[in-house]
């Protein structure tokens, strides 16, 4: 799930967690610090609102006071304030009264209780029952002077429900505030992916249309940020690669029409001196024996010149791209035998055609000739007899019907480490270099002829020995590129 | 003998070629340029011209062209380098017979004026009996070499004229580019068929509607059996 690898997500994410652990920090120690304050503000003013009262009615007390005593004191105690929510209990010496009869004063801890046993300062303690907390306060009464403990203890409880409310209100009002703050911090994560993500994909979409060989690209360059930097690196980079591409474009090219140049000024001479190697042919027999064989020799490597520079005109014009298909929709297994016969090569190579006319297609027939020429003609000199020429039909459907040529030979094969560079001009297997009859073109223009067709070539050893190469030609019948043509049918009936 | 008219403006090409030819027992005439060579067409009255298309002065595919308007049916061979395929085929429009690339060994120059002679070899009058065949207005006379159309001749290059009586002797035949680059032309199997388009052009505008030659996609031509 690449997405939510993706920068925009990881921003997002970022941006939502910082928020919410911000949001949720400053809650919660805002959250103490208030509770804390205003609990503490709550309970100093009951312990001193509780001081006053006992100071002011304790020495009203009839000593030693009785249950009735301490009944009315406690109930005076609770009288005090105001909000009437006070629950006071006065004990002495085992004897004990509350303000509201029958009270049971369940909050009271027995470590409260001890704690004012032990001590005569004021002991508190905040007490979560249920639902609801209260403030336990807890004093003895001391002798004026503080000379003596007087045997009086008070007790008071007090519902904190205000400050309970305050407290849920504070949280609730943290939450309120967490969730607009998270989709805020989305909002803004957003945002910047875009801004982070704009330059990011158009710098994507211009390294594809580099990559797809528009050299050319550049990027708008706006701001001064890392990103604005890096879309000018970019266009340096890319202005640096057109400019190698085509001084080596160009140097291709000067080397490409040099070779094409240098074969064109040869044609002349050699057109002169292909006219006249018959003439040599006929009177070398009548020179005497040295000069005769000087004469056939430069006649025969005139004749192989010419076809060097035939080839080699040949190879430049695929190069500078001008080489033409002159499509012709014919026979194929014709054309192939057309070639062996030509060359007298019928009884030399086993072929396996189809009957006439079953494989039909428009091929450039003069190049089908020089690719099977070749291939033949490379299996006859390298290989060894017997040698397959075989054409069958291949395709997934109608429309894409492949005429597959395989030429079988039965030499040893081609070495391993040569296979991948045969079709390579003037490639030759051993470093020795050693002159064979053919230009050493003849693979290499296969190739193109081939792919000029939108075919394929390629070489291979066949398992039980000796070399296979396979063409792959695509038929494009005309029939099936523009429908049944006028009179087709009859065509097909009247052929001879 | 025949006589050839050779125009060649590279001196060594011209002097070998000459050579082959003359050894090949043809009487030859050389031009350096194309107003020179079209001066000797009249003077040497040549039975074959062997044109070099890349001239000084003069262009020659406009000496084609001017050799043509001289002449409709004296045979041409165009000598061109392979590749200059836009010039090949304006040269074959403007009427020319056949080509050969450069460089060309004189034997195969010496069977391609032999098959364009071949074309014309039956000259008017030779047999003396003429075998007519007639076509709705189109009348081949296959001893006579000669076509008439609506009574009136109709004077065709040698290719165009071994081409019309290829086709018209199986009407309804249909011929592949190959089969009539084999029997007009005596050029191989994979010879161009260009050749063979151009010079259908060629026949078609001269002979004009109805089209007497029809093409049949896929596979060739035919003679129309109208």
Redesign the interface.
């Known amino acids: 799930m690449p997405q939510l690898r993706g920068l925009r997500t990881r921003l997002v994410v970022a941006f939502a967690l910082v928020a919410a652990l911000t949001a949720t920090t400053t809650g919660a120690l805002s959250f103490r610090e208030a509770r804390t304050g205003l609990l503490q503000q709550s309970q100093d003013t009951v312990i001193a609102q509780l001081r006053a009262q006992t100071n002011r009615l304790a020495p009203e007390v009839v000593a030693p006071p009785n249950e009735a005593e301490l009944r009315r004191f406690a109930a005076a105690m609770a009288a005090t304030d105001p909000s009437g929510t006070w629950r006071v209990m006065a004990t002495y010496r085992g004897l004990s009264a509350t303000s509201f009869a029958g009270d049971r004063f369940e909050e009271l801890t027995p470590a409260l209780r001890k704690a004012v046993d032990t001590r005569l300062a004021t002991v508190f303690q905040r007490v979560n029952s249920g639902d609801h907390t209260a403030l336990v306060v807890g004093m003895s009464v001391t002798f004026a002077g503080g000379v003596g403990d007087s045997g009086l203890q008070v007790f008071l409880i007090v519902a904190q429900t205000k400050e309970q409310a305050y407290v849920d209100a504070l949280v609730t009002a943290i939450e309120r505030a967490t969730v607009p703050a998270l989709v805020l911090a989305v909002l803004l994560a957003l945002l910047a992916a875009r801004g982070v993500l704009r330059p990011v994909r158009a710098l994507r979409g211009a390294t594809r249309s580099i990559a797809e060989g528009r050299l050319d690209t550049r990027l708008a360059v706006d701001g001064s940020d890392e990103l604005a930097d890096l879309s000018h690196t970019f266009n340096e980079t890319a202005a640096a690669l057109e400019a190698s591409v085509a001084e080596l474009r160009g140097m291709e090219a000067r080397a490409r029409r040099f070779a094409a140049d240098v074969s064109?000024e040869l044609?002349?001479?050699?057109?002169?001196?292909?006219?006249?190697?018959?003439?040599l042919d006929?009177d070398a027999a009548r020179l005497d024996p040295d000069t005769a064989t000087a004469v056939r020799l430069i006649s025969e490597e005139t004749?192989k010149l010419?076809r060097l520079?035939?080839d080699l005109?040949?190879i430049s014009?695929f190069d500078a791209g001008?080489a033409?298909l002159?499509l012709?929709?014919?026979d194929l297994a014709?054309?192939l035998r057309?070639?062996l016969a030509?060359r007298g090569w019928t009884d030399l190579v086993d072929a396996e055609l189809p009957p006439p006319d079953a494989l039909?297609g428009r091929v450039d027939?003069?190049r089908?000739?020089v690719v099977v020429a070749n291939l033949v003609g490379n299996a006859l000199r390298h290989g060894a007899r017997p040698v397959l020429l075989r054409l069958t039909e291949a395709g997934r459907s109608a429309a894409e019907r492949l005429a597959v040529i395989e030429v079988l030979d039965s030499g040893p094969g081609i070495p391993e480490a040569v296979l991948p560079h045969v079709f390579e001009r003037f490639y030759k297997s051993d470093a020795a270099r050693t002159r064979t009859e053919g230009s050493g073109l003849g693979l290499a223009i296969t190739a193109e002829n081939v792919r000029v067709h939108g075919g394929s070539v390629r070489a291979a050893n066949r398992p039980e020995g000796g070399a296979v190469f396979t063409v792959e030609l695509p038929l494009r019948?005309?029939?099936l590129l523009?429908g049944q043509?006028?009179?087709?049918a009859s065509?097909?009936g009247?052929?001879? | 003998m025949p006589r050839v008219l050779l125009i060649e403006d590279d001196r060594a090409v011209r002097e070998g070629v000459a050579l082959a030819l003359r050894r090949q027992g043809h009487e030859v005439a050389t031009a350096v340029t194309g107003e020179e060579g079209l001066e000797l067409v009249r003077s040497f009255r040549p039975d074959v011209v062997v044109l070099d298309l890349m001239l000084p002065g003069m262009p020659g595919l406009d000496v084609c062209r001017a050799l043509r308007a001289l002449d409709q049916t004296l045979p041409i061979i165009m000598a061109t380098a392979r590749g200059d395929d836009e010039d090949i085929v304006v040269g074959l429009e403007a009427g020319a017979d056949d080509y050969v690339v450069k460089p060309v060994q004189a034997r195969v120059l010496e069977a391609r004026i032999r098959a364009v002679l071949r074309r014309v070899a039956g000259a008017p009058g030779e047999s003396g009996i003429p075998k007519l065949d007639s076509y709705g207005d189109l009348t081949v006379d296959r001893a006579g070499f000669s076509v008439t159309l609506r009574g009136a001749p109709v004077a065709l290059a040698a290719s165009e004229l071994r081409l019309l009586m290829t086709l018209s002797a199986s009407p309804g035949q249909v011929f592949s580019r190959q089969q009539l680059l084999e029997a007009v032309w005596e050029h191989s199997y994979h010879g161009d068929a260009r050749l063979v388009d151009a010079c259908v052009k060629r026949l078609r505008a001269k002979m004009g509607e109805p089209g007497y030659i029809e093409t049949v996609r896929g596979f060739g031509y035919r003679f129309a059996s109208l």
Do not use: K
Not at chain 1, 485 to 488: F, K, R, S, V
């Open positions: 064109h044609r002349t001479p050699l057109a002169a001196m292909s006219a006249v190697t018959d003439v006929e004749v010419a520079v035939d005109m040949e014009r001008a033409v002159h012709d929709e014919i014709e054309s057309r070639t030509a039909r027939p003069r089908l000739d019948s005309e029939q523009q043509a006028d009179g087709d065509a097909r009247s052929r001879p």
